[in-house]
C-alpha cells in the first residue's frame, strides 16, 4: 500500500508539472466619469466592457474594471481614487475632466488634482494612461487655452501615455451619441474603442508583468 501511495503521488505530480498554471489576467481599472460608467448604457456596452473584449479578441489576457462615476470630477476622482484602484491592479485609464469644464471649474484646480492622481498611482507602480478632454465652446477661449493644455502637458511631464481627446470621432455626429446629444450610444462607444485601441494595446504590452 505504501508503495502504491508513493507511484500517486508521483505519477499526480508528474502531472502537475505538466500542466502549467494558467498566468491571470491583466488587471487594469478604467476609472473616469459618466463618459468611463457607460451613462445610461447597459454594462456590457459600456467602454470597459467593450474594450476589454476588443483586447481579448486580440488574444490580450486583461481584465478592465470599470470604476467610472457619473459626475464625478477630477476632485472626487482623487478623493476616491486610493480605494477605487485596488492592490494588484496593473494599469489604470483615467479620463476625468469633463465635468470640471462644464461647471467652470478653475483649469488650475483640475490640473492639481490630476497630478495628485497620477503621482499617487505612479507611487504604488501602477502604469497610467491619460485620457484628454477639451472644453466646450461656450466656455469661451481664454478657458480652453487654460484648460485645453493640460493633458498634453501632464503626459510630457510624467512621460505616460496620451490619447488626447475621448470623444474623437463622435462628439460632432449624433447618430453616436444618446438623446441628451452628449453621451456616446452603443455605436458611439465602438468608435472610441476602435481608435483607442492600438494606445492601449501598446500600454498594455508595456505594463510591468
Excluded at 3 to 13: D, K, M, Q, S, Y
Aim: proline residues 9%.
Amino acid at each position: 500500500m505504501k508503495g502504491f501511495r508513493t507511484l500517486f503521488l508521483a505519477a499526480l505530480a508528474g502531472l502537475i508539472a505538466a500542466c502549467p498554471l494558467r498566468a491571470a489576467p491583466i488587471e487594469i481599472v478604467g476609472f473616469g466619469d459618466s463618459l468611463m460608467a457607460g451613462y445610461q448604457l447597459p454594462p456590457a456596452d459600456a467602454f470597459p466592457a467593450r474594450l476589454e473584449k476588443a483586447l481579448r479578441d486580440k488574444g490580450i489576457d486583461v481584465s478592465i474594471s470599470n470604476a467610472g462615476v457619473s459626475g464625478d470630477t477630477t476632485s472626487g476622482g482623487l478623493a476616491r481614487i486610493d480605494w477605487s484602484v485596488p492592490d494588484g491592479t496593473k494599469g489604470v485609464i483615467l479620463e476625468l475632466g469633463a465635468n470640471d469644464a462644464l461647471r467652470g471649474i478653475p483649469p488650475e484646480e483640475s490640473r492639481k488634482n490630476l497630478v495628485a492622481m497620477i503621482e499617487k498611482l505612479k507611487a504604488r507602480g501602477i502604469g497610467v494612461l491619460l485620457v484628454g478632454m477639451l472644453a466646450p465652446p461656450n466656455m469661451g477661449g481664454d478657458y480652453a487655452e487654460r484648460f485645453n493644455p493640460i493633458y498634453p502637458d501632464l503626459a510630457k511631464t510624467y512621460g505616460i501615455p496620451l490619447y488626447p481627446f475621448f470623444l474623437d470621432g463622435v462628439v460632432e455626429d449624433a447618430s453616436l451619441k444618446i438623446e441628451d446629444g452628449m453621451h456616446p450610444n452603443p455605436k458611439g462607444v465602438g468608435i472610441i474603442v476602435d481608435r483607442i485601441l492600438p494606445l492601449v494595446e501598446t500600454f498594455v504590452q508595456e505594463l510591468p508583468k
